[in-house]
């Protein structure tokens, strides 16, 4: 069984939101329709979106970190909007995992989003529905792109890769090699609702440089007689002659 | 969460419709075995239920300025296997008919002797039962709708669905009071005695639910939310300015002394004046009783308020800075 999800490595996202942006401008020129914007030049503007790109800090000044957190549809296995979904618009894939909103069905009874713990779903005020990602499902499998392009506009629009896409039931997939080999890991575990989407923690890249190698064995500034403190150590060929 | 005026209506009209109907049918009951004078199946029950049918009527009224959707409703009948909403949408209508025909047989005062006993009433009966199980099923729905959602940690609670029987109740027979007291003042003493009995129990009840929803243990936690395991973080941005349906729908945007003070109103609109006016007009003064419903509805309007304003919804975790 296949389930796509997305897996998110917080220790590359620079906050850019340019897979917000280019996840707004793919979902609101498909098929399905715009994805309404209220007063978007004008004062208080509001809108929907299936992405957003939010900002935390960690830790209290000096020692603090920013972290910025994506946030989307999570495609959780098991899925608690689904089921509470009176119309059935609402649904899960058995083929890929993907849960997805009918249109055409939805009663806009704004239920699931009520029981959805992470605020993933966002009601268009136009076409009077309920809205979230769509893990881009009509561009992962249009045959007519070319193969590389067949991935969420989100995770081609990423500069900095920080947005992988793949199959986590796969073991051999690279999100599934992240998640194993990143410290990938799910976000409120507490509820069960087992997202399938992971994210990879931030990790701190350090290089510990010992003291004799701020000074090169084979010593330059004695070669080139410089002087300086240095200049007297020995070189390289005093120790081979 | 931001309180919808159409869940308030609906929830508060559709209860008093299921309580008035069960007090009719309580009354029936004990009529039934001679512990209260029979009343006349036109002029009592057949108005009684049509008045119960008003209510039901304006909840559903009320439910469909809740829909993006209305004409699409009837889909919400097809995922009763899984969700208690749609299970609330099947029963509603349910109710309605029961209700329906109970008026309707009652009004061509047509009683067969289907048991053979020779008594009045049986048909009426058999449809009261049937009408009761119904009733406390689409309390037990509507409850459910949100007990279920177990991270709405105010709401995901057995007192829930307890309350939304005992308030249901105790307004349909509160407004029963009213009602015998201008159609039927010898049974004004019965009615009025269950009404007091239902909304103290109903008093009980909700103060439990408020002791319980004082203490909760959040499961939550902005740790868990983005999954960072420190003390101390902070929302710095939430990733735009002019506010979503995130910032809109899962907060009442009230003040905490505004929540608290709508309590408080709550607890005297629907508790403490009503008790103290039904035991005054029990002695049958019509108007007073009427007051003690219409002062009872406009309680319960704040509490069902104050019940869906009171639940913190996780999400919220996310939206804390713009
Ligand atoms: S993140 Fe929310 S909307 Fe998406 S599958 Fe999970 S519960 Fe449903
Ligand atoms: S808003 Fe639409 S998708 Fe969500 S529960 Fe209601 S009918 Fe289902």
Redesign the pocket.
Known sequence: MTQLALVIDLNVCVGCHACVTSCKEWNTSGQAGPMFDDNPYGQDPTGTFFNRVQTYEIGEFPNTETVHFPK?????ED????PVCPTGA?F?RTEDGI?LVDYDKCIGCKY??W???????EFDEQQKVMK??TLCVDRIYDQSLPPAERRPACVMSCPTSARLFGDVHDPDSEVSIAIRERGGYQLMPEWG?K???HYLPRRKTRKVIHEDELVRSDNPLRKEEIESEHSRAPTLDDWLM | MHPAFSVIFLTTLIGVGQGLFLALVTGESYAAVNLLPQQSSREFYAVGALLAMLFLIGGLIASIFHLGHPERGWRAATRWRTSWLSREVIVLPLMMGLVFLYGVVHFFDWHPDLFGVGTRNQLTLVIGAIGTVVAFALFVSTGMVYASIKFLQEWASPLTVVNYILLGGASGFTFATAFVAYNAPDLVTFYGTWAIIITFAALVGRVGSLFRNARIKRHSNIQSAIGVRHPRIQQKAMGFMGGSYNTREYHHGKGISALKSVRWTFLILTFVVPLLLLWIGIAGNGTILLAAFGVQYVGLLFERWFFLAQANHPQNLYYQTI
Do not use: D, M, Q
């Not at chain 1, 989307?72 to 959780?76: E, G, T």
């Not at chain 1, 899925?79 to 689904?82: E, I, K, M």
């Not at chain 1, 029981?115 to 779903?121: D, F, L, N, T, V």
């Open positions: 989307s549809c999570l495609h959780c899925a608690p909007c689904v609402s899960k849960v699931c989003s029981a959805c713990p992470y605020g993933a779903r979230k990602c609702t997202p399938a989407n």
